[in-house]
T-cell receptor, first 119, second 113 residues
Framework: AQKVTQAQTEISVVEKEDVTLDCVYETRDTTYYLFWYKQPPSGELVFLIR??????QNEISGRYSWNFQKSTSSFNFTITASQVVDSAVYFC????????????????FGKGTKLTVNP | KAGVTQTPRYLIKTRGQQVTLSCSPISGHRSVSWYQQTPGQGLQFLFE???????NKGNFPGRFSGRQFSNSRSEMNVSTLELGDSALYLC????????????FGPGTRLLVL
């Protein structure tokens, strides 16, 4: 079963539109961490946010905001007033304990959502 | 602080050869993880090293191996290369592990012909 699901494979918007990227996760862990990363065409993954499972407060950072809802196992990401520079692939990731490896932790990524912002 | 560095950035090899990729983590970071990224499979976890010990590994064949040195620098090795090993290999470092933020390097793009 897929641990992290990003149902939107590709999204295309026009500059200044708001866009929401969906992320649904699955875990048996009671304590876990969620992340969002951005991968521009250059290829390097850029960290955006880290959230632990006990902190359900929404967060806003400039034009970016995140909505974490434990009840629906979702951690959605919204870009307000999108810009061309926001064009990238966005990945949601879950850190959880791997009980097949003695409880050590690993990061599991979704398949990513490719966002294209057109001028 | 300098970021995560990976060398080489690009590599072309032929089937059957072996390759070694290098990763230098952010200063003070003791955990280094490796990921393979392909268009079909996405980002897949290879292994994680902490204090010179492999702490976790993904579902990859034994041809994929790695190690970590006392200065936290890490190398991964792929022996007997196959066409399907063509991918972007990303290294990430964090203070103590996957619960902390992992910072990624620029990656090594490997092409197997």
């Amino acid at each position: 079963a897929q641990k992290v699901t990003q149902a939107q494979t590709e999204i295309s918007v026009v500059e200044k539109e708001d866009v929401t990227l969906d992320c649904v996760y699955e875990t048996r862990d009671t304590t876990y961490y969620l992340f969002w990363y951005k991968q521009p065409p250059s290829g390097e993954l850029v960290f955006l946010i880290r959230r632990n499972s006990f902190d359900e407060q929404n967060e806003i950072s400039g034009r970016y905001s995140w909505n974490f809802q434990k009840s629906t196992s979702s951690f959605n990401f919204t870009i307000t007033a999108s810009q061309v520079v926001d064009s990238a692939v966005y990945f949601c990731a879950l850190s959880e304990r791997d009980f097949t490896q003695g409880g050590s932790e690993k990061l599991v990524f979704g398949k990513g959502t490719k966002l294209t912002v057109n001028p | 602080k300098a970021g995560v560095t990976q060398t080489p950035r690009y590599l072309i090899k032929t089937r059957g050869q072996q390759v070694t990729l290098s990763c230098s983590p952010i200063s003070g970071h003791r955990s280094v993880s490796w990921y393979q990224q392909t268009p079909g499979q996405g980002l897949q976890f290879l292994f994680e090293y902490f204090s010179e010990t492999q702490r976790n590994k993904g579902n990859f064949p034994g041809r994929f191996s790695g190690r970590q040195f006392s200065n936290s620098r890490s190398e991964m090795n792929v022996s007997t290369l196959e066409l399907g090993d063509s991918a972007l290999y990303l290294c990430a470092s964090s203070l103590v592990g996957a619960r902390e933020t992992q910072y990624f390097g620029p990656g090594t793009r490997l092409l197997v012909l």
